[in-house]
């Protein structure tokens, strides 16, 4: 096999893995531990039972420390990144002009989740990771960020994820909205302001 055969058989079986949701989802994203470890995100059987049955709206009852919010982080990232219809057409992988939010109780556990999704992209081309660190820099060479603050964070192909307790005014196409069941017991009201504004 020639040079320039080998080049195209590895060009279509990354293509073949990028388009492959689960694929990116199980292999390209890193986390970072409750003890501050880095690790390569895996889906635990939780979120694997989840992602199986994502539906437009999906409502997880109470559940603590099964990894449901890390798993919406890193779906959140990853649309950010990559178009979710249509990849089998040969046409762009890379996502555009998506906006994405995040409603937690307070301001402060909205931003812990955003830090979620900025640790999964910027580790994108971790170097500890030799098989997709060349992968992730050209992932970040196509899309590369835009802006980034405590709540915030952008990218050049014109998606965005809004992190806060509240999200008006936008028309988001993915959102994340944890703990309305403590928000409308403790404060009723912003639990109406989520609704309506939502």
């Not at 893995?17 to 939780?46: A, C, D, E, H, P």
């Not at 049955?53 to 990853?78: C, E, F, H, P």
């Not at 835009?146 to 509240?166: E, F, H, P, Q, V």
């Amino acid at each position: 096999m020639s040079r320039a055969e080998r080049k195209k058989k590895e060009e279509v079986e990354i293509r073949k893995r990028l388009t492959s949701l689960q694929w990116r989802i199980n292999n390209l994203y890193w986390i970072q531990t409750k003890k501050g470890r880095l690790l390569k995100f895996k889906m635990n059987q939780v979120q694997l039972d989840l992602f199986n049955n994502l539906w437009w709206i999906n409502y997880v009852l109470k559940s603590r420390q099964l990894g449901v919010s890390t798993l919406i982080a890193i779906l959140m990232l990853d649309y950010s990144i990559f178009r979710w219809d249509d990849l089998v057409t040969g046409g762009s992988i890379f996502q555009t002009h998506k906006i994405c939010g995040i409603i937690d109780k307070t301001k402060p556990d909205a931003e812990k989740k955003l830090d979620k999704i900025k640790l999964a992209y910027d580790m994108l081309d971790y170097k500890d990771d030799p098989i997709n660190a060349t992968l992730g820099k050209e992932i970040k060479k196509n899309i590369k960020t835009k802006s980034r603050t405590k709540l915030y964070m952008s990218w050049d192909n014109g998606c965005s994820i809004y992190a806060g307790d509240a999200f008006r005014g936008l028309t988001g196409q993915f959102l994340h909205i944890t703990e309305i069941g403590h928000v409308s017991l403790h404060w009723p009201q912003k639990a109406i302001e989520i609704k309506t504004g939502t």
